[in-house]
């Protein structure tokens, strides 16, 4: 899949074809395609099938197929069909393919075409800038092409000149739906109606019936400014992912309440974070990505990637432009958690999202004037209400100790229809009076149920993971304590098993110096630790170590490919726990399953894709959470969560199937399945 190379000093060559592309240094015509000298063959997911050469600039078709958008634009100048299925087909139906997709297409590995002068090898996406500012062969020739122009100044090298280095922009698309006012001066929004190649993704796959309901999925990058008054200070997120992960993005599983995050209130669950302070983490490592997101500072920076939902062709019709709204933060402070807001919420049918119906008098929300009937709620201390329901901002408001933090999204002249009482079940609205945060129709949700993973879902470790057992026998005296800290246990939310969080150097274990952080205690002096809640353990490391000798059985586990990042300063305040990717390597007879049942209508999609399965390279890899779409059944269901492992569809086990395999099982699934999944929490930042 090598593109042939122009000799770049051929004058005969030269005077045929014209001057050197700037961009890829090969020849070719203006209204041509880019050229460049592929380092490895190129997976054929990546291929155009109009060029045949790596996709540049990709556009999907509603009908699955992706090509080059000059490609695509020529050949839909003479024909109205689809090159590779001859489906009809308009160059106003496409759109431009995922950011993930460009991106992973743009880090594949070139040759410089000036292989006589350089042997660099680089991402796609940095040989403009490596011809222009580095590359000895491509001053060379512009020198020779200078000195051809203006054979006076021969002899005298001009030096080269320094240009702007922007990769190739993509064309602009027309986007569904509307977008949020970014801090960024000019948000990208992009459709991400494909996945990413290998991506198993059963939520955004359309059928012909969806078509006139929906045209794409919408995301958008938007760079946020996170202030802290202490530089040090956690910023209250859990992530997911690294490039050493099947995931690949690092992505944003839970924003805490009342953290620096949920207090900015831009910051979503799912969202995708791209670069921290100007550094792409994209493609970095679990680690390496925790490392840079909880280095201290005042101020920090932050790209991301947010998906918006499914657009839709009426709401593209009757949306208002982005100039003409406005976000705003707003804090009410409660003197204690039962105290009333005095806000009204709604929900309408014909329009996403929660407002604001009105502020009772005398209440904290009127005291404090700064919302407005007709407001539009974001979000409530972090958690994304954009798709949410009255009852689900209730609920955050109810069990809010002091600071409530609004974002809302204000729009000027425009007015709510007459609302439903509340109490009414009508199906025109639903409302909710934070009057003490109870909805109108609040319906106490019960615990799912956790059980041991079943020895037919029980997997190998993965590759790069150690798991040792070990048994510590110390003799001590009886008043002397263990000296241990411990966390986990199974009335933790994501039913862990217990784990030591510190060795203090008082204690006999830190003589002993083979129990440490982060190993996982099986039992003591017989005693099984597994299946213990917190205080039951706790209870049970007391007792026993009255004795005058102690047997602890404990589990270490060593990621040989991902050493846990060195935090000299004071762990950063941050309470320690193991990291997300630590957990991945527990065996799987420790591991929590509860089983989440998923319902929708005939014309929705699950709402979510995964990744991982069954490759030849790689082996066996668990299946995760990826990416959960908003205003989709399993957004709405809010108990998955992006980096939870899939374990089972309707009780058939996933362990050892390849996408192919999975895609259908998920598909067949008309309106109901039983996703059985393990959920570890996400590493603290």
Not at 655 to 665: A, D, R, T
């Amino acid at each position: 899949m090598l593109a042939i190379m122009a000799d770049p000093v051929a004058e005969e060559h030269a005077s045929q074809v014209g001057e050197l592309c700037c961009e890829c240094g090969q020849f070719h015509l203006l209204l041509d395609n880019h050229l460049y000298n592929f380092q490895d063959e190129v997976d054929d997911e990546l291929i155009c099938h109009i060029c045949l050469q790596p996709l540049l600039q990709p556009m999907d078709t509603p009908c699955g197929h992706t090509y080059c958008f000059k490609c695509l634009e020529n050949f839909m100048q003479e024909y109205n069909f689809c090159p590779m299925d001859r489906k009809k087909l308009s160059f106003q139906q496409c759109h431009k393919s995922s950011l993930l997709v460009r991106n992973l297409l743009d880090k594949l590995i070139v040759f410089c075409p000036f292989k006589a002068e350089c042997q660099q090898t680089m991402q796609r996406c940095e040989l403009e800038a490596h011809l222009q500012n580095r590359c000895p062969g491509f001053k060379k020739y512009k020198s020779e092409l200078q000195r051809k122009k203006n054979p006076i100044s021969k002899g005298k090298e001009d030096p080269p000149t320094k240009v702007e280095t922007n990769t190739p922009k993509d064309p602009e698309v027309p986007s569904g739906g509307s977008s949020l006012v970014a801090e960024s001066s000019a948000a990208a929004v992009v459709s991400l109606g494909t996945a990413e190649p290998g991506l198993v993704n059963p939520a955004f796959e359309e059928t012909e019936e969806d078509l006139p309901q929906r045209t794409s999925l919408v995301a958008e990058t938007t760079t946020i400014e996170i202030h802290r008054e202490d530089p040090e200070e956690e910023l209250g997120m859990r992530i997911v992912g690294g490039k050493d992960t099947p995931l690949g993005n690092i992505v944003v599983q839970e924003v805490l309440r009342d953290s620096v995050i949920a207090a900015d209130g831009r910051i979503a669950p799912g969202d995708h974070i791209l670069e921290v302070n100007g550094v792409n983490i994209s493609s970095v490592t679990h680690c390496q990505a925790v490392s840079f997101l909880r280095h201290p500072g005042p101020v920090l920076h932050l790209m991301v990637l947010q998906e918006k939902g499914f657009s839709n062709k009426t709401a593209q019709q009757d949306s208002t432009s982005v100039t003409n709204r406005e976000v705003i933060h707003v804090t009410l402070i409660k003197r204690d958690r039962s105290e009333p807001l005095g806000i009204k919420l709604i929900r309408k049918t014909d329009e996403a999202g929660i407002f604001i119906l009105d502020l009772l008098e005398g209440g904290l929300a009127a005291k404090n004037g700064k919302l407005s009937r007709n407001d539009r709620v974001l979000s409530i201390n972090g958690q994304d209400l954009r798709q949410g329901t009255p009852e689900a901002a209730a609920q955050i408001i109810q069990t809010t100790e002091s600071r409530v933090n609004f974002v809302i999204l204000r729009q000027p002249g425009v007015q709510l229809s007459d609302p439903v009482e509340d109490g009414s079940t009508s199906n025109n609205s639903s409302s909710s009076s934070s009057n003490g945060g109870s909805p109108v129709h609040h319906r106490r949700r019960l615990d799912q149920n956790h059980y041991r993973r079943k020895s037919t879902y029980q997997k190998d470790l993965p590759q790069g993971y150690i798991s040792h057992e070990k048994t510590v026998a110390i003799k001590k005296e009886p008043k002397e304590s263990l000296g241990i800290t411990i966390g986990g246990g199974r009335d933790n939310k994501n039913k862990l098993p217990i784990y030591v969080t510190s060795v203090q150097p008082i204690g006999c274990l830190f003589r002993d110096g083979r129990i440490k952080r982060g190993d996982v205690l099986l039992s003591i002096n017989g005693i099984d630790l597994t299946h213990l809640n917190y205080y039951e353990a706790v209870s049970a490391l007391k007792s026993n170590a009255a004795s005058h000798s102690v047997i602890l059985k404990a589990l270490e586990i060593i990621s040989l490919n991902s050493p846990e990042p060195s935090l000299d300063i004071k762990e950063q305040g941050f309470s320690w726990s193991p990291l997300w990717i630590t957990w991945l390597g527990l065996p799987s007879y420790l591991h929590c399953c509860q089983d989440i049942v998923l319902s929708k209508g005939n014309l929705e999609s699950w709402g979510f894709s995964i990744v991982g399965g069954f490759e030849e390279s790689k082996g066996n890899q668990p299946f995760f959470i990826k990416t959960i779409v908003p205003g989709t059944p399993a957004f709405r269901d809010r108990k998955l969560k992006c980096g939870d492992e899939i374990v089972a569809v309707n009780g058939v086990p996933a362990i050892g199937m390849s996408n192919s395999e999975l895609i259908p099982m998920l598909k067949e699934q008309r309106n109901k399945v039983t996703l059985t999944v393990v959920s570890w929490p996400g590493s603290l930042v």
